[in-house]
């Protein structure tokens, strides 16, 4: 992911999801040039975007135990709510939350 301010991502990531940072490695300048942040079993890379690596918003899909839990913490860690928790025609209890890049996550669990 390339955001705009992959500090602000990191922090929303611990809190919302108890992501925990791998590996870092800034640029003399103090930006973040590349670091792995685990969520789960999934390792998600990310960096600060700039001049030929511009940052853009993406949509990542999770799974986690409690989707409730984790979308009062997403909002808690200052997300924006997309959608509020709610089970369509799949086997997914799914809701959406804007970090504070404008990356939006789609989090979910399976109930069925």
């Known amino acids: 992911m390339m955001a705009d301010g ?5 922090d929303f990531l611990k809190k919302t999801f108890d992501a925990r940072e791998l590996r870092r490695y800034q640029s003399p300048s103090g930006s973040i040039m590349h670091v792995e942040v685990q969520i789960d079993d999934t390792v998600v890379m ?7 690596f511009p940052a853009f918003p993406v949509w990542l899909h999770v799974y986690v135990p409690d989707v409730d839990a984790t979308y009062r913490r997403a909002l808690e860690a200052g997300g924006v709510s997309v959608q509020e928790p709610k089970q369509k025609d799949d086997p997914d209890r799914r809701c959406g939350v804007k970090d504070p890049a404008g990356n939006t996550w789609w989090i979910a669990t399976q109930v069925g």
């Open 6 to 10: 992959a500090q602000r991502v990191i």
């Open 46 to 52: 990310l960096s600060d975007g700039g001049g030929q």
